[in-house]
Protein backbone atom coordinates (compact mmCIF):
# COMPACT_ATOMS: atom_id res chain seq x y z
CA UNK A 1 0.00 0.00 0.00
CA UNK A 2 1.21 3.24 -0.66
CA UNK A 3 0.23 6.65 1.71
CA UNK A 4 1.18 10.05 0.65
CA UNK A 5 0.87 12.65 3.91
CA UNK A 6 0.65 16.13 2.35
CA UNK A 7 2.25 18.27 5.44
CA UNK A 8 1.14 21.73 4.24
CA UNK A 9 1.97 24.99 5.85
CA UNK A 10 -0.84 26.67 7.17
CA UNK A 11 0.63 30.99 6.75
CA UNK A 12 -1.31 34.17 7.11
CA UNK A 13 -2.27 36.01 4.21
CA UNK A 14 -3.71 32.79 2.15
CA UNK A 15 -7.74 32.57 2.33
CA UNK A 16 -9.75 30.06 3.27
CA UNK A 17 -10.78 29.15 -0.41
CA UNK A 18 -7.36 29.39 -1.49
CA UNK A 19 -6.23 26.78 0.47
CA UNK A 20 -8.67 24.68 -0.51
CA UNK A 21 -7.51 25.17 -4.75
CA UNK A 22 -3.70 24.77 -3.27
CA UNK A 23 -4.68 21.28 -1.35
CA UNK A 24 -7.41 19.68 -3.88
CA UNK A 25 -4.64 20.56 -6.51
CA UNK A 26 -1.86 18.56 -4.04
CA UNK A 27 -4.27 15.95 -3.42
CA UNK A 28 -4.63 14.94 -7.47
CA UNK A 29 -1.38 14.96 -7.79
CA UNK A 30 -1.28 11.96 -5.60
CA UNK A 31 -3.03 9.69 -8.34
CA UNK A 32 -1.18 6.59 -7.92
CA UNK A 33 -1.31 6.42 -4.31
CA UNK A 34 -3.58 3.90 -2.03
CA UNK A 35 -4.47 6.72 0.76
CA UNK A 36 -3.88 10.22 1.26
CA UNK A 37 -3.69 11.93 4.06
CA UNK A 38 -3.95 15.60 5.21
CA UNK A 39 -3.70 17.48 8.74
CA UNK A 40 -5.98 18.44 11.25
CA UNK A 41 -7.99 21.92 10.98
CA UNK A 42 -6.17 23.30 7.96
CA UNK A 43 -8.23 25.35 6.67
CA UNK A 44 -8.26 27.60 9.32
CA UNK A 45 -5.02 26.52 11.46
CA UNK A 46 -5.31 24.52 14.40
CA UNK A 47 -4.59 26.77 16.95
CA UNK A 48 -6.66 30.34 15.37
CA UNK A 49 -9.17 29.88 17.63
CA UNK A 50 -11.01 32.99 16.47
CA UNK A 51 -11.31 31.59 12.86
CA UNK A 52 -13.12 28.31 14.13
CA UNK A 53 -16.45 29.98 14.54
CA UNK A 54 -16.45 32.32 11.49
CA UNK A 55 -14.93 29.53 8.96
CA UNK A 56 -17.48 27.00 10.45
CA UNK A 57 -18.63 25.39 7.65
CA UNK A 58 -21.28 22.67 7.45
CA UNK A 59 -20.58 18.87 6.94
CA UNK A 60 -21.11 18.93 3.40
CA UNK A 61 -19.96 22.60 2.79
CA UNK A 62 -17.01 23.97 0.44
CA UNK A 63 -14.26 21.88 2.30
CA UNK A 64 -16.14 18.60 1.62
CA UNK A 65 -17.41 19.07 -1.77
CA UNK A 66 -13.42 20.19 -2.76
CA UNK A 67 -11.88 17.28 -1.27
CA UNK A 68 -14.67 14.91 -2.87
CA UNK A 69 -14.18 16.27 -6.35
CA UNK A 70 -9.91 15.99 -5.06
CA UNK A 71 -10.42 12.12 -4.14
CA UNK A 72 -12.50 11.21 -7.39
CA UNK A 73 -9.95 12.73 -9.75
CA UNK A 74 -7.33 11.14 -8.19
CA UNK A 75 -8.33 7.88 -7.45
CA UNK A 76 -7.27 7.85 -4.42
CA UNK A 77 -8.74 6.88 -0.60
CA UNK A 78 -8.76 10.35 0.85
CA UNK A 79 -8.50 11.49 4.61
CA UNK A 80 -9.16 14.96 4.05
CA UNK A 81 -7.88 15.93 7.44
CA UNK A 82 -10.68 18.27 9.87
CA UNK A 83 -12.57 21.08 9.49
CA UNK A 84 -14.53 23.23 12.28
CA UNK A 85 -17.61 21.40 11.98
CA UNK A 86 -20.89 23.84 12.26
CA UNK A 87 -23.85 21.55 13.76
CA UNK A 88 -27.02 23.17 13.03
CA UNK A 89 -28.31 21.33 15.98
CA UNK A 90 -25.59 21.99 17.88
CA UNK A 91 -22.21 23.11 18.80
CA UNK A 92 -18.83 23.50 16.55
CA UNK A 93 -17.36 20.05 15.87
CA UNK A 94 -13.04 19.26 14.62
CA UNK A 95 -14.21 16.77 12.20
CA UNK A 96 -12.76 14.92 10.11
CA UNK A 97 -13.71 13.59 6.46
CA UNK A 98 -12.78 10.47 4.71
CA UNK A 99 -13.91 9.79 1.59
CA UNK A 100 -13.04 6.50 -0.96
CA UNK A 101 -11.49 6.98 -4.38
CA UNK A 102 -15.26 7.70 -6.64
CA UNK A 103 -15.89 11.07 -3.75
CA UNK A 104 -18.16 8.97 -1.30
CA UNK A 105 -17.91 10.19 2.06
CA UNK A 106 -16.78 7.20 3.81
CA UNK A 107 -17.04 7.93 7.11
CA UNK A 108 -16.64 11.40 9.00
CA UNK A 109 -14.95 11.72 12.63
CA UNK A 110 -15.76 14.13 15.87
CA UNK A 111 -12.59 14.67 17.63
CA UNK A 112 -13.24 13.40 20.60
CA UNK A 113 -10.71 14.85 22.89
CA UNK A 114 -10.59 18.43 23.01
CA UNK A 115 -7.27 20.10 23.39
CA UNK A 116 -6.98 23.71 25.30
CA UNK A 117 -7.79 22.40 29.02
CA UNK A 118 -10.30 25.18 30.06
CA UNK A 119 -9.75 27.53 26.55
CA UNK A 120 -9.76 27.52 22.97
CA UNK A 121 -10.71 23.83 21.05
CA UNK A 122 -12.01 22.67 24.42
CA UNK A 123 -14.90 25.02 25.03
CA UNK A 124 -15.37 26.12 21.67
CA UNK A 125 -16.13 22.81 20.21
CA UNK A 126 -18.39 20.17 20.99
CA UNK A 127 -16.84 16.67 22.06
CA UNK A 128 -17.44 13.18 20.04
CA UNK A 129 -18.69 10.41 21.16
CA UNK A 130 -18.38 7.59 18.41
CA UNK A 131 -15.13 5.23 17.26
CA UNK A 132 -14.37 5.20 13.60
CA UNK A 133 -12.98 2.81 11.48
CA UNK A 134 -13.11 2.65 8.03
CA UNK A 135 -12.61 -0.34 5.55
CA UNK A 136 -10.24 -0.37 2.86
CA UNK A 137 -8.80 -3.10 0.39
CA UNK A 138 -6.18 -4.45 2.53
CA UNK A 139 -6.20 -2.88 6.35
CA UNK A 140 -8.96 -1.28 8.37
CA UNK A 141 -8.12 1.98 9.46
CA UNK A 142 -8.83 3.77 12.92
CA UNK A 143 -9.38 7.47 13.61
CA UNK A 144 -8.34 9.76 15.66
CA UNK A 145 -6.96 13.42 15.81
CA UNK A 146 -3.88 14.71 17.32
CA UNK A 147 -4.79 15.44 20.95
CA UNK A 148 -6.68 12.11 20.98
CA UNK A 149 -3.15 10.31 20.56
CA UNK A 150 -2.13 11.28 24.46
CA UNK A 151 -5.16 8.93 24.99
CA UNK A 152 -4.21 4.96 24.95
CA UNK A 153 -7.59 3.79 25.63
CA UNK A 154 -8.91 5.00 22.42
CA UNK A 155 -6.63 3.44 20.30
CA UNK A 156 -7.21 0.11 22.18
CA UNK A 157 -10.90 0.47 21.69
CA UNK A 158 -9.63 1.33 18.19
CA UNK A 159 -8.10 -1.73 17.89
CA UNK A 160 -10.78 -3.98 19.38
CA UNK A 161 -12.81 -2.59 16.27
CA UNK A 162 -10.46 -4.37 13.96
CA UNK A 163 -8.13 -1.31 13.19
CA UNK A 164 -4.83 -2.35 11.99
CA UNK A 165 -3.44 0.74 10.18
CA UNK A 166 -4.10 3.84 12.82
CA UNK A 167 -4.42 7.47 10.73
CA UNK A 168 -3.78 11.06 12.84
CA UNK A 169 -4.09 14.05 11.60
CA UNK A 170 -2.76 16.99 13.72
CA UNK A 171 -1.69 20.32 14.57
CA UNK A 172 1.29 19.72 16.65
CA UNK A 173 3.27 22.81 18.41
CA UNK A 174 7.18 22.56 17.82
CA UNK A 175 7.48 22.79 21.21
CA UNK A 176 6.08 19.30 22.24
CA UNK A 177 7.54 17.75 18.59
CA UNK A 178 9.51 15.10 21.15
CA UNK A 179 6.46 13.99 22.21
CA UNK A 180 4.64 14.18 18.77
CA UNK A 181 6.96 11.12 17.61
CA UNK A 182 7.88 9.84 21.25
CA UNK A 183 3.57 8.78 21.47
CA UNK A 184 3.29 8.04 17.77
CA UNK A 185 5.76 5.21 18.07
CA UNK A 186 4.17 4.51 21.12
CA UNK A 187 1.02 3.57 19.93
CA UNK A 188 2.26 1.71 17.14
CA UNK A 189 3.99 -0.69 19.42
CA UNK A 190 1.48 -1.08 22.12
CA UNK A 191 -0.99 -1.65 19.30
CA UNK A 192 1.03 -3.24 17.02
CA UNK A 193 -0.37 -1.35 14.41
CA UNK A 194 0.99 0.85 11.12
CA UNK A 195 0.52 4.77 12.04
CA UNK A 196 0.12 7.15 9.97
CA UNK A 197 0.45 10.75 11.70
CA UNK A 198 0.16 13.89 9.39
CA UNK A 199 0.58 17.24 11.07
CA UNK A 200 1.30 21.04 9.67
CA UNK A 201 4.08 23.02 8.85
CA UNK A 202 4.36 27.01 9.82
CA UNK A 203 2.92 28.91 12.17
CA UNK A 204 -0.86 29.01 13.53
CA UNK A 205 -1.71 31.94 15.00
CA UNK A 206 1.92 32.56 16.50
CA UNK A 207 2.56 28.99 17.06
CA UNK A 208 5.38 27.26 15.38
CA UNK A 209 4.11 23.87 14.27
CA UNK A 210 5.80 20.43 15.07
CA UNK A 211 5.47 19.43 11.50
CA UNK A 212 7.46 15.91 11.33
CA UNK A 213 4.54 13.81 9.95
CA UNK A 214 6.22 10.52 10.90
CA UNK A 215 5.09 6.70 9.54
CA UNK A 216 5.90 3.91 11.98
CA UNK A 217 4.91 0.17 11.74
CA UNK A 218 3.81 -2.50 13.91
CA UNK A 219 7.42 -2.83 15.63
CA UNK A 220 7.52 0.84 15.93
CA UNK A 221 10.08 1.39 13.64
CA UNK A 222 9.79 4.70 11.42
CA UNK A 223 9.57 4.07 8.40
CA UNK A 224 9.63 7.87 6.90
CA UNK A 225 9.72 10.81 8.56
CA UNK A 226 9.41 14.30 7.24
CA UNK A 227 10.69 17.39 8.35
CA UNK A 228 9.89 20.38 9.49
CA UNK A 229 8.55 22.32 6.20
CA UNK A 230 5.71 21.99 3.72
CA UNK A 231 6.69 18.38 2.63
CA UNK A 232 4.66 15.70 0.80
CA UNK A 233 6.09 12.19 2.91
CA UNK A 234 5.07 9.13 0.55
CA UNK A 235 5.70 5.58 1.89
CA UNK A 236 5.23 1.92 0.84
CA UNK A 237 4.29 -0.16 3.38
CA UNK A 238 2.83 -4.06 3.69
CA UNK A 239 -0.41 -4.24 5.92
CA UNK A 240 -0.05 -7.73 5.88
CA UNK A 241 3.00 -7.03 9.20
CA UNK A 242 0.22 -6.19 11.27
CA UNK A 243 -1.30 -9.63 10.84
CA UNK A 244 2.68 -11.44 11.00
CA UNK A 245 3.65 -9.29 13.72
CA UNK A 246 0.75 -10.29 16.32
CA UNK A 247 0.77 -13.98 15.50
CA UNK A 248 5.08 -13.82 16.18
CA UNK A 249 4.52 -11.52 19.18
CA UNK A 250 0.94 -12.10 20.01
CA UNK A 251 1.02 -10.03 23.14
CA UNK A 252 -2.50 -8.28 22.60
CA UNK A 253 -3.36 -11.93 23.79
CA UNK A 254 -2.28 -11.14 27.02
CA UNK A 255 -3.96 -8.47 27.92
CA UNK A 256 -6.07 -8.67 31.50
CA UNK A 257 -7.73 -5.56 31.99
CA UNK A 258 -10.23 -3.79 30.03
CA UNK A 259 -12.11 -7.35 28.60
CA UNK A 260 -15.27 -7.94 28.59
CA UNK A 261 -15.65 -10.45 29.77
CA UNK A 262 -11.98 -10.35 31.39
CA UNK A 263 -9.65 -13.03 31.27
CA UNK A 264 -9.27 -14.95 34.36
CA UNK A 265 -6.48 -16.78 35.27
Not at 23 to 49: C, I, K, M, N
Not at 185 to 213: D, I, K, M, W, Y
Request: net charge negative; proline share 7%.
Amino acid sequence: MRASLIQIAVEEGESVEARRRRVASLVRDQAGADLVVLPELWTTGAFAYEEFGTEAEPLEGPTYEAMAKAASDAGVWLHAGSIPERDPDGPLYNTSLLFSPTGDLAAAYRKIHRFGFDKGEAVLMGAGRELVTVRLPGTTLGVATCYDLRFPELFRALVDSGAETLVIPAGWPERRRAHWTLLARARAVENQAFVLACGTAGTHAGVPQAGHSIVVDPWGEVLAEAGGGEEILTVDFDPAKVATTREQFPALKDRMLGLDPPHRP
